[in-house]
């Protein structure tokens, strides 16, 4: 029995170790290829991509986008001992929260409130994949709101502050070993609260034109959570419940590292718009500390090799028609791993994107 206590935390440096906390913004964010998110501040969306933004509105304001995502991945990977590659197909839907609003107090002050952006990552393996013993699925998400208030110096430059609410969710399952009945199952959902700051500067260089930068600090979250396990013989059971192995509490500290975002944004008063935006990620510095199962605490490799990420995107859209606007971008995302540094548990690759659609909407305006 004792083995198994080992095997258990062993498991859990191992995984935290490889877990990868990813920034994610607003479901459509301000423009296309996640571009304009620093200066655009047309809409209430300003409340968390730049609280600063929010002075521009001149009258109370709502704005929602709730998006359900389907994502689907593929992952081809190799076993020591067996030829050919396999595959694991990985898919599911995602839903991204979005109704914002902004409330002007006075001439200087505003007020607004709305979700924080969905961060997190995570991937789903099948029940019969030959890693299940050490993780069939894993998730790391944190969700919250983000009140937040402006006000405008002068006609040119605007602050705004915002206080960052995370709910912090990590769910992770495994198989288990039993000579009884072949397998069990190990599952572990473990929750928590962090709390961090924004800090957004917008400068109106002119009525077309704005420069933007944000702050975010960093947010750390104590996930505490008792695993289930369940599909075990009566025998096994027994056993580790008489030796301790069950029922044990097991915490841990998840962070979500700093950020700089910089960004500009231009009306050419002919249809058209540009922005483009520059962001740094304090990833090197990502950690998950303060690891305890029961009374005991799990010392890890302080050295995770992570590196810190940077993202450039750069948009336009033109305005075709009174209901219809075209729009177009690109985006680079730079990796947070090295590639000698990547395993099955932290894939964490560089990424190109490019987006070109077109958008027809309507907005109502309360007076």
């Not at 069990?184 to 420069?211: C, H, M, Q, W």
């Not at 303060?290 to 305005?319: C, E, L, P, R, V």
């Not at 680079?332 to 932290?346: C, H």
Request: glycine share 10%.
């Amino acid at each position: 029995m004792k083995r198994y206590i080992i095997n258990l935390r062993g498991f859990i440096i191992f995984l935290v170790a490889g877990i990868l906390v990813c920034f994610s913004f607003p479901a459509l964010a301000a423009g296309p290829a996640f571009s304009g998110m620093a200066a655009k501040a047309d809409t209430a969306e300003t409340v968390y991509l730049n609280p600063a933004g929010m002075s521009r509105m001149s009258k109370p304001t709502w704005y929602g986008n709730p998006q359900i995502m389907y994502t689907d991945s593929v992952t081809e990977f190799t076993v020591q001992g067996q030829s050919g590659r396999q595959s694991i197909e990985d898919d599911g839907f995602i839903f991204l929260p979005g109704l914002y609003y902004v409330h002007p107090l006075n001439d200087k002050w505003s007020f607004g409130i709305g979700p924080n952006a969905v961060s997190g990552l995570g991937t789903t393996y099948n029940d019969t994949w030959p890693g299940r013993f050490l993780i069939k699925e894993w998730s790391q998400v944190m969700i919250g709101i983000v009140p937040s208030v402006a006000y405008r110096v002068n006609d040119k430059l605007s602050v705004g502050f915002s206080l960052s609410l995370n709910y912090s969710l990590f769910t992770l399952e495994k198989a288990v070993l039993d000579p009884g009945v072949g397998e069990g199952n190990f599952k572990l959902e473990a929750d928590g609260i962090g709390v961090g700051g924004n800090l957004g500067l917008l400068y109106e260089v002119s009525p077309r034109t704005r420069l933007g930068i944000v702050y975010r600090s960093e947010v750390v979250a104590e996930n505490e959570g008792t695993p289930e396990v369940t599909g075990l013989s009566a025998a096994t059971k027994n056993a580790l419940l008489n030796a301790g192995a069950l029922n044990q509490d097991i915490s841990m500290d998840t962070n979500m590292p700093q950020s700089v975002l910089v960004g500009v944004f231009h009306d050419y008063d002919n249809g058209w718009t540009m922005s483009a935006d520059v962001l740094w990620v304090d990833f090197s510095s990502y950690e998950i500390d303060n690891i305890t199962i029961g009374n005991t605490s799990i010392n890890k490799d302080s050295n995770t090799n992570y590196q810190d990420i940077w993202a450039f995107s750069m948009g336009t859209t033109y305005a075709l028609t009174h209901d219809w606007t075209l729009r177009g971008g690109a985006l680079y995302l730079s990796s947070g791993l090295k590639d000698e540094d990547r395993t099955l548990l932290s894939r964490f690759d560089a990424m190109w994107a490019v987006d070109t659609h077109s958008v027809q909407g309507a907005r109502y305006r309360w007076i």
